[in-house]
């Protein structure tokens, strides 16, 4: 089969290789769909913990082909999305619903086992995966399904764990506007009363952002931005906060504008910082009652609840189509900023 694959650091190619057999709880999936993220850029140029010779494609959608010994309640020809957290289910975190904080593979900071980062990935014409990552997803479009696992799945998460705070009146601000962004806007519109507002760099990032529900957009390169969302929140500051980007630049922004007993969530890894302060000893001084949290992934019932929202036609997708064969050039055109939606490999395509 046809698979997309690390070579080495800074090379990534189509290689042939042979089609994988599902052993004891795995199930071979017909790839249908797998998403293009800048992740895998990343991974390209820094593959970090990616060993050479490992299957890209954390994003994965596909039909059942062969079900594994032990496997149950899953046959052949059915459509499913693969979460990306293949968590060991016998952990406390994992009990308690929290599989993408699983415990159980390793050390403290470890994350779980993930297809195309720490294990083969999907943009192959096949894929083995835990059969206990599998979403069913009907007859919703595989490509749409497959970028939920990731760039629905991230913003459900924070979102849901912002829900309490974003009461009626509130307002709810989301930094950065990529594909995670974009959903993010959506989901706090569908999942919460709270009036949002998005910043970005990009004229065209803030357009889409209107287009998909944000209430006000506002260009955070302005001199006065932190004023312009100050008097947006009319003076209270925002209850919840996403910031896609992470850099020291946006986390500033964040505290600088968040409500006291808000919530910022920084899910982008840009590599920023902000230093964190008991009293009020410089300018950087949080409000009273601020939690910071470094969400990673969503929980399974999180990707079956994003799963769920787009079947029922409550989320919007933004989607290119690339060959399998055409994976090099969507990570190039990725990396290069000249994609608007999210790049989805159809492999036969
Ligand atoms: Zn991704
Ligand atoms: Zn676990």
């Given at each position: ?225 932190v004023d312009q969302l100050r008097e947006q929140s009319r003076g209270a500051g925002f209850a919840g906060i996403i910031d896609f980007v992470g850099s020291s630049q946006t986390l500033r922004l964040a505290t600088s504008v968040v409500a006291p007993f808000g919530a910022i969530q920084a899910v982008g890894l840009s590599g920023g910082d902000i230093p964190f302060e008991a009293a009020d000893i410089s300018s950087i001084g949080l409000p009273w009652g601020v939690s910071l949290m470094k969400p990673y992934s969503g929980s399974y019932r999180d990707l079956a609840d994003v799963i769920a929202l787009a079947r029922a ?37």
């Open positions: 089969m046809k698979a997309v694959r690390l070579k080495q650091k800074g090379l990534v190619a189509v290689d042939d290789i042979a089609t994988p057999v599902p052993g004891e709880g795995e199930v071979l999936l017909r790839v249908l769909a797998a998403g293009v993220c800048r992740t895998d850029c990343h991974i390209r140029a820094h593959p970090f913990a990616t060993p050479d010779g490992t299957t890209l494609g954390h994003e994965i959608a596909g039909e059942i082909a062969v079900v594994g010994p032990g496997v149950i309640g899953w046959q052949v020809g059915e459509r499913a999305v693969v979460h990306p957290c293949w968590a060991c289910h016998a952990c406390p975190q994992c009990y308690a619903g929290r599989e993408n904080y699983c415990q159980g593979h390793g050390a403290q900071r470890v994350p779980p086992p993930t297809p195309g980062v720490t294990r083969n990935g999907g943009m192959a014409e096949y894929a083995v995966v835990p059969a206990s990552s599998l979403v069913s997803i009907g007859d919703l479009d595989p490509a749409f399904a497959a970028v939920l696992a990731d760039a629905g799945l991230a913003p459900y998460h924070s979102v849901r764990l912002l829900r309490e705070r974003l009461s009626p009146g509130s307002c709810a601000l989301v930094i950065g506007l990529g594909g995670l962004g974009q959903y993010a806007v959506q989901l706090l519109k569908v999942m919460t009363p709270a009036t949002v507002v998005a910043v970005d760099i990009s004229d065209a990032a803030l357009a889409t952002a209107r287009a998909v529900g944000a209430d006000f957009t506002f260009r955070a390169d302005g001199d006065d931005i036609g409550r989320l919007q997708a933004n989607i290119e189509l690339f060959p399998l064969d055409q994976a090099v050039a969507a990570l190039d055109r990725l990396e290069s900023g000249g994609m608007s939606g999210r790049a989805v490999l159809i492999p036969g395509m």
